[in-house]
């Protein structure tokens, strides 16, 4: 998200340098006037994502095979970086589906997991085979070098598809996360 909010300024600042201005080390550009004639349109970049899991059918343990994320988010500056912000966010959104609980003390109201010792986050045995894809998309409305956010797009969907994979194998849909073991045996 920070070089679609921040690189139309770096391209207005671009501009500025190649008309040849007679600049001496620096260059300045208020880009206020462009984003307040900007067209309220939606500037987001899109996203399908896909799980294969296993559940035991003894213990209720979820095991996720395959994840598969394909993505429009307009021009891709750095293939490399972008790839990886969305395996990263694909595996928050494991952690999401499947680990990551805040639990409170109800006496208290202090979290009694507060460290990664008692609170649980996916590791690389966590994810089997892990994918991330994008389809090329020029958006001429979106800003002026087309990019839009790579780095949270992947959370909120793997989550869903793993859920909705977990209902597919077992028949039981579970509506809050995480999807523990417990909510599988007793449903």
């Known amino acids: 998200m920070g070089t679609s909010s921040w690189g139309p300024a770096v391209a207005k600042a671009c501009r500025q340098l190649r008309a040849g201005a ?3 080390g620096e260059v300045r550009v208020d880009t206020s006037d462009d984003v307040r004639a900007d067209q309220p349109l939606a500037r987001y970049a899109f996203g399908a994502q896909f799980a294969e899991v296993r559940v ?5 343990e979820v095991r996720v095979s395959r994840l598969l994320g394909v993505f429009a988010a307009g021009r891709i500056i750095n293939a490399k970086t972008a790839r990886s912000q969305l395996i990263g966010s694909m595996t928050m959104g494991l952690g999401m589906a499947l680990l990551e609980e ?3 003390d109800p006496r208290f109201g202090d979290y009694v997991n507060n460290d990664l010792a008692s ?4 590791v690389a045995a ?3 085979e892990l994918d991330a894809v994008w389809i090329e998309e020029d958006d001429p409305y979106v800003n002026p070098i087309g990019a839009k956010g790579v780095g949270e797009i992947g959370i909120v969907g793997t989550a869903a598809a793993i859920a909705n ?6 028949g039981i849909r ?3 996360l995480p999807l523990r073991p417990d909510k599988l045996i007793d449903a």
């Open 22 to 24: 007679d600049i001496q």
């Open 56 to 60: 035991d059918p003894e213990t209720g």
């Open 102 to 104: 805040s639990v409170l």
């Open 119 to 122: 609170y649980h986050v996916p």
């Open 126 to 128: 966590d994810v089997e």
């Open 165 to 170: 994979a977990v209902h597919h194998a077992t």
């Open 174 to 176: 579970v509506r809050d």
